[in-house]
């Protein structure tokens, strides 16, 4: 159980870093948001690659792991740009 909890966390740092250095380094939204919308990319980008089903033969890892990091930046950008709207 903690095994599990702690890789879900480690998995959503490295897919949420990888989102919020693809969508713009600069933006501040904290740890516990970046790993939040790692694993939350993680979650709509395994979607997302479940319903494509790649035509070279099923679900292939990588192109998995591609969509989750974008779908990561796509959340770590909204969030950012809401964030900022809720500040001014």
Do not use: N, Q
Request: net charge positive.
């Amino acid at each position: 159980m903690i095994g599990a909890l702690i890789s879900i966390t480690l998995s959503g740092l490295l897919i949420g870093g990888l989102g919020h250095l693809l969508a713009r380094p600069k933006l501040h939204i904290g740890l516990a948001w970046t790993v939040l919308c790692g694993i939350g990319g993680a979650v709509a980008g395994g979607i997302a690659s479940s319903i494509l089903y790649f035509p070279w033969g099923g679900d292939h890892w990588l192109a998995r792991f591609a969509l989750e990091v974008v779908a990561a930046a796509l959340l770590v950008s909204w969030l950012a740009r809401r964030r900022r709207s809720l500040v001014r």
